[in-house]
């Protein structure tokens, strides 16, 4: 299998292109054109790294990847048939030559050494050996390290295959021996668009293209499992209760949004909760600078601005890059308790809605 040399380790921006894809994928077309090129030409590299927010799609792209490499069918290299056994069963991740990690809550070094084991191996059936190591950016140090063997001395037809919400949460040294992939937000239309042709109604589609945030994952799963909107209706009213409450109730409500269970149930609780209130900060940001943005929570703005009418529109950037920091945090694997409770002593105090409390405090930092 030959592989290409050049340009490894950097990021590739979209060339524009517009062509159809058979990948079925929602935004992304300029990379699914680059790795279909690279498997006609046959220019596979040896680890690929897929940067870019939660739920944009890293692991969908990189699961089509691992499908196109391994298709059986003849003369359209890239493409997929949808009925070989590598395109029915890479999906299911069962696929005898797909080797997954997946941090639960964090990749340890043990795994990563069973896996180079497992790599070592001839591939099964297809013309690779595919590891796909999910949320990398949760790899401990030492299994960080220890994956830099197999990444700078891979074992003949093997392919790696990584995502990471930001390539600043891995090792340089990682980053520098993989092809990036950086994934953006997709337009409003695209998703939108998208799930119209999925038979969604046109009303619901807008809806849920305005709350994905760019994110198509988020608005297949939202539209999938209607939870998900109760949950974020419920996180907006915490924020709302949040700004209200001294500090002894916002560390019980802290506590409250971090709820029970095991770690990665409370990480992804505590995301999904961060992620709601950032996306209504930036709604307030654009709006305080008088920007002519498509608000994503135009059911919540109104009432959300006349909260914090006080709120001056650069406390409002400080309170994004917050949020910012503490999601960044999180993803980071810091302590979720400190990380949310730090959070709540940088929001301002605003008066509780129908009383005439005094004006705002200014949030630190």
Known sequence: MERASSGIGTPIQPKGYNGNVSWDLIGHEWAVKL??????DRRTRHAYLFVGPESVGKRTLASRFAQALSCEREG?????????????LIPKRIFPDLDILAPDPTLQVDDVRALQRR???????GPWKIALLENFHRASISAANAMLKTLEEPPDRVVLLLTATTQELLL?????????????GVSRVTISLALQNRSVEIEKAEMLADLSDGRPG????????PDHLEQRLVALDNLSEALSLDISGRFALAERIIGRGKLPVQRRRVRSTLEAWLSLWRDLLYHGYQADVQPRNPDRLP????????VVPADRYRMMRALSATLAAVDGNANLRLA?????LKLPAVRKPGTNS???????G
């Not at 790795?35 to 006609?40: F, R």
């Not at 988020?218 to 499992?225: F, K, N």
């Not at 005094?358 to 630190?364: G, H, L, N, V």
């Open 172 to 184: 340089p040294t990682v980053v520098s021996r993989c092809e990036v992939i950086s994934l953006r």
């Open 303 to 310: 009432a959300f601005k006349r909260a914090v009418e006080r």
């Open 119 to 125: 790599l070592a191996l001839a591939p099964y059936e």
């Open 35 to 40: 790795l279909k090129h690279h498997i006609a």
């Open 218 to 225: 988020r608005a297949l799963r939202w539209e999938a499992e």
């Open 358 to 364: 005094s004006a705002a405090q200014r949030p630190a």
């Open 76 to 88: 359209k290299p890239g493409e997929l048939c949808g009925e070989c056994r590598a395109c029915r």
């Open 340 to 344: 949310v409770e730090a959070l709540m």
